[in-house]
């Protein structure tokens, strides 16, 4: 039982982790190297982690996708698209994918002469199920060595913090409240009950006694 709940909440954990490290936004200071639109095909294992179409357009088993390449300082490449979120989940508001990629065609620059960036963006990349982090806004900075603070992740957690303490002391009140006293009343009948089984116990062996004695008494 006691593996049980700790994988139960192992379990529980990794989920919330997944779930927040793939919807909160992340920051990367990159060097944009290209755009590019190609058309990509949905299937029922990547759907889910693409966002809706444009606002105004109809949705459909593929569409053309735009994308931004880009590069870290240390070489390592990312491929991010660019969707917009509109009002759905998750809640970035992004109306403006045309102008994203436009802004950051401007940017493109080499190796040589580098232009550093930082795109703020959410989600994951996977080349095997052909899934790509959502790029929501893009702004210059001086180097790759700019330390960035994500003031709204932090903001984010402390509000998490906040009603998760709120809901265990919602949930603490309640268990003092109804269910210790439920728990302390069960415990009051059965040790009730285990009195009246011993009680019977003993009955049933004074009876048995004197159910002996009379056989010895008229028998020997």
Do not use: C
């Not at 990159?30 to 990547?46: A, H, L, M, P, Y």
């Not at 459909?60 to 590069?71: A, H, Y």
């Not at 009051?188 to 285990?194: C, G, M």
Request: charged fraction near 25%; avoid cysteine; proline fraction near 4%.
């Amino acid at each position: 039982m006691r593996w049980f709940k700790w994988g139960f909440w192992i379990v529980l954990i990794a989920l919330v982790f997944a779930f927040l490290h793939y919807t909160l936004p992340q920051r990367d200071i990159v060097r944009v190297t290209g755009t590019e639109i190609i058309r990509q095909d949905f299937s029922k294992w990547n759907r889910i982690f693409y966002a809706q179409t444009d606002s105004g357009n109809n949705e459909g088993v593929n569409r053309d996708l735009r994308l931004i390449n880009t590069s870290y300082p240390d070489g390592k490449v990312m491929v991010f698209r660019n969707e917009d979120t509109g009002f759905g989940w998750p809640w970035y508001f992004k109306l403006d994918s045309s102008n994203l990629q436009a802004e950051a065609a401007d940017r493109i620059s080499t190796r040589a002469a580098p232009e550093w960036v930082v795109i703020k963006h959410y989600g994951w990349r996977n080349e095997f199920l052909s899934i790509y982090p959502n790029a929501v806004t893009i702004w210059d900075v001086e180097g790759p060595d700019v330390r960035i603070i994500p003031w709204s992740n932090i903001a984010i957690y402390i509000v998490m913090g906040l009603f998760m303490l709120g809901f265990y002391r919602l949930v603490q009140r309640f268990k003092r409240r109804k269910i210790d006293p439920a728990l302390a009343q069960i415990e009051e009948r059965w040790d009730a009950v285990e009195a009246r089984a011993a009680e019977a116990g003993e009955d049933v062996d004074r009876a048995r006694g004197g159910v002996r004695a009379w056989f010895k008494r008229w028998f020997g």
